[in-house]
């Protein structure tokens, strides 16, 4: 709009009609370029003023008038007094942006915290990628903790955006974080994690109509226990992959459910933890869909199998977090359309493992 203005302004004094008095509307460009723009584009605006005031008064040789006089000082006036605004606006919005950020991580560690390196058997590391620009947190969901009955693993992606899912998260978050210390059995955790997330839906205005209609939560529970085996528990979930002496294969339940929240239209057999090989050596990735669902400009999704199985044998489970990481961006050229989240698990030698297993039951 600013320029737009200066440009009608030469057009009127270049025209028959210049008589017109154009100076106090060139003044108000520097005013409004200083709304939006910013003090570059303010002091753009005024430039620009300043430079169609030269030649409408050189074309109408009106130069040495107090009309003349008055276009540029008015123009200077306004223009320092914009940039001035600009900068103290843009001080103060820059601040409560930093505000808002620092409460943002705060609010990510304490919902979605990364996991410890080392828990009982296993080596570990986590990740998470928000898809909505500058946010920490969205509607994936992850957590692991050492238990007396072994390390137990949360995947989850609630379905939805904005503050809804994020309050789903919390909610799934906390009953896992409870249950997983004190249910014997694995299917009995996420039995926990369905029934709060089914009373929060029942709490009158917890969630927007549209939020309603497709509020569910894919789930992945997993326990590794001292024995060479990981114990799943999948609920409608991506299933994990095992990386074994540079070969991937996915971890298919036997018998599929239905994700938490759906559990009404469907009316097979209760839940049963399924048990997998889990060897010395071993990497075990649990993922989200915006993983194996973020696409390239051809429409290509992300080959996560082959990716992985090109990834060093030798690096820690946070260097293979990373690189995973930059050959995802990579493929999707910096643009996710969802959010990722990625837990990697090494098994260890068995004796190391032993010694801080006992460590941890000792603890408890």
């Known amino acids: ?146 238990t007396r009955y072994g390390v137990r693993l949360i995947m989850g992606d609630v379905r939805g955006k904005g503050l809804s899912a994020v309050r789903a998260v919390a909610v799934a978050l906390g009953a896992f974080r409870e249950a997983a210390h004190y249910e014997d059995e694995l299917p009995e955790v996420m039995n926990h994690c369905a029934a709060a997330l089914r009373r929060e839906a029942d709490v009158p205005g917890a969630y927007a109509p549209e939020a309603l209609l497709e509020g569910f939560t894919t789930a992945l529970i997993a326990q590794v226990p001292d024995e060479h085996v990981v114990q799943l528990v999948n609920r409608g979930h991506p299933p994990p992959l095992v990386l074994r002496q540079g070969r991937v294969q996915g971890l298919m339940p036997a018998s599929p459910l239905p994700p938490l929240g759906l559990e009404d239209l469907e009316t097979g057999p209760p839940a049963k933890s399924e048990s997998y090989p889990f060897l010395p050596g071993d990497r075990l990735l649990l993922y989200t869909d915006g993983v194996i669902e973020a696409r390239n400009r051809d429409n290509d999704f992300f080959a996560l199998p082959e990716t992985i199985q090109e990834i060093r044998a030798s690096t820690t489970p946070p260097e293979f977090l990373e690189e995973l990481h930059q050959a995802l961006v990579r493929h999707a050229e910096g643009r996710l359309a969802d959010d990722v989240a990625m837990i990697l698990i090494d098994r260890v030698d068995e004796e190391d493992g032993k010694h801080t297993g006992a460590a941890a039951r000792l603890l408890t």
Do not use: C, K
């Not at 080596?123 to 969901?141: F, M, N, V």
């Open 1 to 146: 709009m600013p320029f737009a203005i200066a440009l009608g302004v030469l057009g009127i004094e270049l025209s028959p009609a210049h008589d017109l008095v154009t100076g106090p509307v060139l003044t108000t460009t520097p005013a409004l370029a200083a709304l939006t723009m910013g003090p570059t584009g303010t002091l753009s605006a005024a430039a620009l003023a300043l430079a169609v005031n030269v030649t409408t008064a050189t074309y109408n040789q009106a130069w040495g008038t107090q009309l003349v006089f008055g276009n540029f000082l008015g123009l200077l006036v306004v223009s320092v007094a914009s940039i001035t605004l600009s900068n103290a606006v843009r001080a103060r919005r820059q601040s409560e942006l930093d505000q808002v950020r620092r409460i943002a991580v705060a609010a990510q560690e304490v919902v979605l915290r990364p996991v410890p390196e080392r828990l009982g058997p296993v080596r570990a590391a986590s990740l998470y990628l928000a898809a909505e620009t500058g946010a920490q947190i969205g509607g994936d969901l992850y957590e692991a903790v050492q």
